[in-house]
């Protein structure tokens, strides 16, 4: 039998998922499982937990807005991913609010477990964390690259607090769930976003909210910009309806760009971010109808080429924005199948997340990001 083969259980009846879980254990032989669950099923996670107890699997998952199957989004169900050998895990709620102990705690967990074969450090995070890349430049700074780093964001897409990871016993928030799998590979992540040339200056910040653009309120110049490259009119009254279309671009040092999407409107004219906003970063204007799908189809597929070798039959592990979804509408659809027959994958398998982590190059340095998709090779 293939190890590394998943299943989608789209009945989490009790009885019937006792028996998929039994037989799917003998088939696969697997001694755990990563457990991925719509939010609409979080009040299913205590009875998934029971069944693995009951069933001899080790247990560790997170809920997202969405799980993704065949290419395609669900809404209810379990997707459930084998381990022929339980990875190394750490399961850490209620992280502190300060960015570097909350790095050293991560460290303190994961440091005795690193293997001189190399590890990928896959993090879950509580997509209600406020300081996410905070947290990813102090761990950095306390492992390096003696790990490659990849993960994802859990949680609702309302953005509203929710209990969203666990494992065999326990469902927690605030936290993360650390994985360390084999190898040093990393994961593949890609955007598309075209930038127009344009620049301007987040002058004032405070964690995710921007306060001011060029030493003036934030909205006011946000609604200049997209207005004068999109010649759309953006106010208080349809912000919702139209600026998750029209996210921001922080220019990195190397010429990559890092997504932030805008959320939410203060009524002081600041605007809150799905990630942190340094202050001075350089920002552009990025435009959601504009991202070159074919361009990050591509180069996910290249970037899965060269660090795992072609793909043959696996299953492909996808995390896939669920503002890029909101933004691409029915072409997120064709943006799976288009990665699922591209790449000749078994299975294209995953989950809708709400932040993204990994490196938009080779130099290893863990970035939070916005809009992307998250790919590499199931191998449990």
Known sequence: ???????????????TMLDALLNWREETSSTGVLALLPESEKNKVPQLQAMCRTSGLDLVGALFPAIIE???FHSQGALLLPFAEMPDAALLPNLPSDANAAAAQIADAIEPLLSDAGNTLFLIFDAML???ASILDALYLLLADRVAYAGVNAGSETFQPMSCLFDDSRLVADGVLCLLLPGNQGAAIDHGYLAPKEII????????????IDWRPAFEVYREQVHHLYQVDLSAENFYQYATHFPFGIVLANNELVVRIPVALADDGSLFCVGEVPANAMLTLLYAPQVDS?????RINQIVQDN???????ELLSFYCAGRRLHLGDDALKELHS????MGA???????SLGEIGSLSNWGYPLFHNATLVCRPWMG
């Open 294 to 298: 074919v361009r990050s189809v591509s």
């Open 201 to 212: 200056t987040a002058t004032s910040t405070a964690g995710n909210r921007i306060l001011s």
């Open 70 to 72: 065949g290419a395609r």
């Open 1 to 15: 039998m293939n190890r590394s083969r998943t299943h989608y259980c789209p009945d989490l009846d009790q009885a």
């Open 130 to 132: 406020p300081n996410i």
């Open 346 to 352: 078994a299975n294209v398998v995953g989950a809708l």
């Open 308 to 314: 795992f070798g072609p793909l043959g039959h696996r």
């Open 339 to 342: 990665l699922s027959t591209s």
